[in-house]
């Protein structure tokens, strides 16, 4: 079955600093990956998605996520973080196949302080 | 752009009612989603449906739940009734193809 794991509940950072969440996953073949983020009270916006291919995958809002095979991985990070960042990030993992159900992880609240 | 669309945001109704949850998919998407997050956790997969049927469900997704869809448009989530552990955000989503979900925005469901 397949599953992730989000290690860090809670992220502090400063406006302006880099950031890195971290995600892994487990499942049995090459997966798709996602990152949503989720803002107070919304619904879950896509930032980005792996498939395959370049495993340095580009989003939305100046997030990019790198699939590292050899780690089950697929860390979210940006360069420099803005207020409007703060949010709940939530990594995801699907088949390839079949009905492509999504399994989310636990998320990981990011709070930004000037 | 093409939207996914939920109503209501919020319905309050009592335990044991029955309460329909309604979904409009993006137009040309063929698979539907229901998913739902219990305040303060993760999001869960519920069911997925293709092709006018059910293609998997998950353990939550008892023979209380059922998704049906009525017409063309709207993707419709039953919950015959409600019990106090079913208050919840339902998570509506659909995909084209490739693997990109799109969701909607969410009904807070509260069962008092």
């Known amino acids: 079955a397949q599953s992730v794991t989000q290690p860090d509940i809670h992220i502090t950072v400063s406006e302006g600093a880099s950031l890195e969440l971290r995600c892994n996953y487990s499942y049995g073949a090459t997966p798709y990956l996602f990152w949503y983020v989720q803002s107070p009270g919304q619904g879950l916006q896509l930032l980005l998605k792996?498939?395959?291919?370049?495993?340095l995958v580009q989003g939305i809002k100046g997030f990019e996520a790198e699939f590292k095979r050899s780690q089950s991985s697929f860390n979210l990070r940006k360069p420099s973080v803005h207020w409007s960042d703060a949010a709940e990030y939530f990594c995801a993992v699907s088949s390839n196949f079949g009905n492509e159900k999504l399994t989310f992880g636990t998320g990981t609240r990011l709070t930004i302080i000037p | 752009e093409p939207e996914v669309t939920q109503t209501p945001s919020h319905q309050v109704t009592q335990m044991g009612q029955e309460v329909i949850l309604r979904c409009v998919p993006i137009?040309?998407?063929?698979?539907f989603y229901w998913y739902r997050q219990i305040l303060g956790q993760k999001v869960e997969f519920l069911v997925s449906f293709y092709n006018n049927e059910i293609s998997e469900k998950s353990e939550i997704f008892d023979d209380q739940f059922s998704v049906e869809r009525p017409d063309g448009s709207n993707f419709t989530l039953k919950i015959r009734s409600t019990k106090l552990e079913d208050s919840a955000m339902y998570f509506c989503a659909s995909r084209g193809t490739p693997a990109e979900q799109y969701f909607g925005p969410g009904t807070r469901l509260t069962v008092t």
């Open positions: 792996y498939f395959s291919g370049d495993t």
């Open positions: 137009s040309n998407h063929l698979y």
